[in-house]
């Protein structure tokens, strides 16, 4: 008979049908027009109906199948009595018939810990700029980033009615990252992809010192990642905190499982344990290929301005 999947697997299995699930939340919160907005900390840090709902529904969806794994969410809310339409219990059986890689085979849930950013991209969900909005499921294994699950809900949503909307990418290290078409971006262009939202002084001064042809400005840390991956962007430069794990652990997955790069601003990688701090203080640096370039001309002034 078949030994029974490995963990990691199910697990992921698990995170891409309760990310789709999650689209459909988010879908529905958006056609019904209430988006019941509360800032938490400012105009630019804002919660909605979707982020509340969804990761209710990931966190318990998640939990039930997986009870001693840790899962740290971005908004502080309780997962008791969640309704039992917010539950799924599905998982993708393409994802269980690949084969885990060697050094995860043994892993136990109390080793996981899974960061949830259920809406990335609020903002410009509350603007209706729909295609920037993602949702972030991310797994980390001994405090690194080994697999993760993006859902764009709005995927297509300019192709017009008949269009089928939405799409989940997912990756594993040592498998590869699926749901997308791998691109790099043009060769000798430096396209850069930051913030839309939340510039700054020291965010412009380190793009201008990398000599871009072109910057992006757009919403959400998973949405960069997807412009390098699709080879739209050719680093993803972001010299400023703001920025937390629940955004990046997930993104960083994908990147590293096609072989891309993601640090803070002076190098650093990240780490996921579940005692981490939840802020990436020292911004963001990542390319699918080519870091050693972009890394290379970061000027120390801004190093040194960016605490870890």
């Known amino acids: 008979s078949m030994a029974s999947p490995a963990l990691l697997m199910r697990v992921v299995a698990s995170a891409y049908s309760v990310a789709e699930k999650a ?32 990761q209710m529904s990931i ?34 059986e393409e994802i269980l018939k690949k084969p885990c890689p060697a050094q995860y085979t ?12 259920p809406l990335d991209g609020t903002k410009e969900y509350t603007e209706g700029l729909l295609d920037h909005v993602t949702v972030l499921i991310g797994i980390a294994y001994g405090g690194k980033a080994i697999a993760g699950v993006i859902n764009q809900p709005y995927y297509n949503y300019e192709a017009g009615a008949d269009a089928v909307l939405g799409r989940t990418i997912w990756g594993v290290l040592g498998i590869g990252a699926f749901g997308f078409q791998l691109t790099e971006a043009p060769a ?24 871009p042809d072109t910057v992006i400005r757009v919403g959400g840390a998973g949405n960069k990642i997807i412009q390098l991956i699709e080879g739209k962007a050719s ?22 499982a096609v072989g891309g790069k993601i640090t803070d601003i002076r190098g650093n990688s990240f780490q996921y344990n579940k005692e981490v701090k939840h802020m990436n203080s020292a911004g963001v ?13 970061i000027p120390n002034t801004v190093k040194e301005s960016l605490v870890p």
């Open 106 to 117: 043994g892993i136990k849930e109390e080793e996981l810990v899974i960061w949830v950013d």
């Open 23 to 54: 689209a459909t939340i988010v879908r529905k919160v958006m056609a019904g027009g209430d988006l019941g907005i509360v800032e938490k900390a400012g105009p630019n840090d804002l919660q909605t109906k979707a982020d509340r709902l969804v």
């Open 59 to 92: 966190c318990a969806s998640l939990a039930r199948k997986f009870p001693k794994v840790t899962i740290i969410g971005e908004e502080e809310l309780s997962t008791d009595d969640v309704a039992e339409d917010l539950i799924e219990n599905g998982h993708c």
């Open 235 to 256: 680093a993803y430069v972001f010299a400023s905190p703001g920025c937390k794990k629940w955004d990046t652990c997930a993104p960083e997955a994908i990147l590293h």
């Open 285 to 297: 640096l990542a390319t699918l290929r080519n870091y050693d370039y972009y890394a290379s001309r």
């Open 188 to 211: 000798g262009k430096h396209i850069i992809v930051t913030t839309r939202s939340h510039s700054s002084a020291l965010v412009n001064e380190c793009i201008t010192a990398l000599s």
